[in-house]
């Protein structure tokens, strides 16, 4: 294949733009497809491809192309013709590739290989914290994380069946696989932008990870239950709750970001998800709702080491402190918001991590100092093992 220079141009601004500037991949990735019409869907998955690409190997590339991480555009540029040496590029002679010389990084990329940190692309102390948290599962892991993710979808009940979701999927020729491990679960076997469809417009379904899916069953809901999703963001959980529920009962979707709980009842309006009422996190919440809950829901934020598959710059944006903090939220969530519960009910909590010490350490700890609560099931969901998201879903009970 022919290397077009306004591609590559493309490949390196969206590097500069996440790696460097910090901007969200997914946002940045899509603002930029945007931005040119006249590039075709060769184009466009050439550009997002090699993006996510040097985004997940920035450290390998780097290397092979003599430096390290991408701190510059021209670092940038290196390590993008490395990378496209290594697939059996010959490399134009623009002056950004002058000096780069095809066996040197061969060289370098077998050198590669005798070091964790640069196959597996990851800085030092997220490999000694992975080894450490994981022991001898964390290369699998980290292997089964750097690939990429699958298309999902959960098929909404409240607008359609999986029937329906299926005929329209053969109608449009897109490939699909029925998943087994969720009822919801359709597996998309090729790349396809859904969110256009008329189907997905109409509320037919929702994209969501198999892992995910598994956490609003979990709760054991029924309907006319009153259900609280603490933690709710934008919302997918909840309404999946709703589905479940059967559109009976009321959930309470609380959150401390107004912009994601606007996108939840945007989102709930297309679902038909009509039992659902939006609350902004205020300081006094918990205690207003005390002991109101039938079921509660503590999808927690978390350092989303399960979810890198999806989103592979929080590798470079995830430090030791941060991943501290996340823990101590977790900590504080678990003690405050476990108040809003019922005696009897059902609390669960979840993490799209894979560390021990946002998961069932954490569960331990709560255990230890809530006397009133058991653990009555948990969950851990390995990509390794299953080739989904990474996920820990553990059912705790109210006793008195």
Request: aromatic share 8%; charged share 20%.
């Amino acid at each position: 294949m022919r290397l077009h220079r306004n591609l590559c141009e493309a490949v390196v601004a969206g590097l500069e733009q996440i790696l460097i500037q910090g901007a969200h991949a997914g946002y940045a990735i899509d603002t930029l497809l945007g931005s040119n019409k006249k590039w075709g869907a060769r184009d466009r998955n050439f550009i997002a491809d090699h993006i996510y690409t040097l985004i997940r190997y920035q450290r390998l590339y780097g290397y092979a192309a003599g430096g390290d991480y991408i701190d510059t555009p021209a670092e940038a540029w290196h390590a993008l013709g490395a990378y496209l040496i290594a697939i059996g590029h010959e490399l134009p002679a623009w002056p950004e590739w002058a000096g780069l010389d095809a066996d040197t990084v061969h060289s370098r990329l077998a050198a590669a290989q005798q070091q964790h940190t640069l196959t597996a692309s990851l800085p030092d102390w997220l490999d000694h914290r992975g080894a450490k948290e994981l022991d001898g599962r964390w290369a699998a892991e980290i292997a089964a994380l750097n690939a990429q993710a699958p298309l999902c979808i959960r098929v909404n009940p409240l607008r359609a069946t999986r029937e329906a979701v299926a005929d329209f999927l053969r109608s449009e020729q897109v490939p699909f696989t029925l998943s087994l491990s969720a009822p919801d679960a359709i597996i998309i076997d090729s790349r396809r932008n859904l969110r256009t469809s008329y189907a997905y417009r109409s509320g037919w379904f929702e994209v969501q990870d198999v892992s995910s899916q598994l956490v609003a069953p979990a709760l054991d809901v029924s309907a006319g239950m009153t259900v609280i999703d603490a933690c709710a963001g934008a919302g997918g959980k909840t309404m999946h709750l709703a589905a479940l529920m059967h559109n009976k009962g009321r959930i309470t979707a609380i959150d401390i970001y107004p912009d994601k709980l606007r996108e939840l009842e945007s989102r709930a309006r297309r679902n038909d998800a009509k039992i659902i009422r939006t609350l902004l996190y205020t300081d006094s919440l918990e205690h207003t709702l005390r002991g109101t809950a039938d079921r509660l829901l503590l999808d927690v934020p978390c350092s989303g080491m399960g979810v890198l598959r999806r989103h592979p710059d929080t590798k470079w944006k995830l430090t030791s402190d941060l991943l501290d903090q996340y823990i101590t939220a977790q900590q504080d969530i678990l003690r405050r918001y476990s108040i809003m519960l019922k005696p009897g009910g059902i609390m669960v909590y979840a993490t799209c991590s894979i560390f021990p010490s946002e998961n069932e350490k954490q569960v331990q700890a709560f255990l230890a100092d809530h006397l009133s609560f058991a653990m009555i099931g948990e969950q851990k969901v390995s990509p390794a093992e299953t080739g989904f998201d990474g996920f820990y879903i553990c059912r705790l009970q109210r006793t008195k």
